[in-house]
């Protein structure tokens, strides 16, 4: 039995979506307790350097002006994004891989990460709940996912281009 086109690309698509979030989930429970570690130093570092005092006990941040602790877990160390851009990246067919274009790829999305976590616990600090609802679990994933597909997008656009360069004979 053969599977036409748009049957066989459903099927690869079908086995992405399922493959990819166990791959995640795999990555996350491999590298998260390291990873948590590394943001929650940062975080505390960003907020003590505006002048939010804050306690790092682990992987959480405990603000005592708002009697509050933010647990930083390995869903907010950004290892869904980098997971999903790095799989994307070595996925993409056609596409000379180049270390450091990766490199700066997850760079981009950690730092944006951590800038995420950040504001969301800074608008916390100066705004209240509603304002920290709002961005932690709206606006900065979107901003993130936006990261993350601009990246994808530019990573593809040089693949593009890298093809259709005519060769030197």
């Known amino acids: 039995m053969k599977l036409s086109g748009e049957r066989k690309n459903l099927l690869i ?3 992405y979506l399922t493959v990819f979030p166990i791959v995640t989930l795999l990555i996350g429970f491999a590298v998260g307790k390291p990873l948590i570690r590394i943001e929650a130093s940062n975080i505390h ?3 003590e350097t505006f002048g939010i005092e804050n306690h790092l006990v682990g992987g ?3 603000v005592p002006a708002d009697r509050m602790s933010f647990e930083i877990t390995w869903q907010c160390s950004g290892a869904f994004s980098m997971t999903l851009y790095t799989l994307i990246y070595l996925l993409l067919p056609g596409l ?3 270390p450091m274009e990766w490199l700066f790829g997850v760079s981009a999305i950690y730092i944006a990460n951590i800038l995420r976590v950040f504001f969301s616990i800074y608008l916390y600090y ?3 709940e509603g304002a920290f609802n709002t961005f932690h679990y709206t606006v900065g994933p ?8 601009i990246l ?3 990573v593809f ?3 593009l281009r890298s093809s259709t360069k005519p060769s030197k004979f």
């Open 60 to 62: 959480q941040i405990y």
């Open 157 to 159: 656009l040089l693949g």
């Open 45 to 47: 570092l960003l907020l």
């Open 13 to 15: 698509l079908a086995a």
């Open 152 to 154: 994808i997008a530019h």
């Open 126 to 128: 100066e705004f209240g």
């Open 96 to 98: 000379k891989k180049k």
């Open 142 to 149: 979107i901003l993130l996912f936006l990261l993350v597909v």
